[in-house]
């Protein structure tokens, strides 16, 4: 059986001290969790992923930053999430900093954390595992993750790694054709 495809962004924004914000969610997917903060992609007017990260900036923080305040830093396919949806979703870094805390929307409320205390949060199963080590390997740099759900557990593949890279080793990054 086919199943539909749902393309998101989630957008990672940080305050001046490098605290992470993140939304604690009202609704599903991931009620009561904390996460980062993004939506589905208008596919029917063919939004990019960068104007939909700009867009969901807007809506949800109030800040209009346009598609360049962004760094993609990876992509992460989901085959069969929980055996009705298959998703790709685009991770940006918002690259303004924030100066204020925004204020609660109907989807949740928002708050700063340092990285060490995302061990302490409630967070979705598969962000902990998976998703934020991605990230935080990768910021400033790329990568492509793959994950297929089995009945016996998600399988994760790493598709593309380009972690940050310092000065010193940016000529290892392969050369564009």
Not at 76 to 85: D, R
Request: hydrophobic share 35%.
């Amino acid at each position: 059986m086919a199943l539909p495809y749902c393309i998101a962004t989630l957008i990672y924004a940080f305050n001046d001290r490098d605290d992470v914000l993140l939304i604690q969610r009202q609704n599903q997917p991931n009620q009561g969790l904390w996460s980062p903060f993004g939506g589905k992609l208008d596919t029917q007017s063919g939004e990019s992923p960068h104007a939909c990260a700009a867009r969901e900036t807007r809506e949800e923080l109030g800040i209009a930053v346009g598609s360049g305040a962004f760094h993609l830093t990876g992509m992460i396919s989901e085959e069969a999430n929980q055996g009705t949806t298959h998703w790709l979703m685009f991770l940006f870094e918002l690259q303004p900093r924030l100066k204020t805390l925004p204020p609660a929307i109907d989807e949740g409320r928002f708050q700063f954390f340092a990285r060490e205390q995302l061990l302490d949060l409630p967070i979705p199963q598969t962000d902990r595992e998976q998703i934020w080590p991605l990230f935080w390997t990768h910021r400033g740099g790329f990568f492509v993750a793959h994950c297929q759900g089995a009945r016996e557990g998600d399988r994760w593949t790493l598709e593309e790694s380009y972690p940050k890279l310092t000065p010193a080793h940016s000529s290892e990054r392969p050369e564009a054709p």
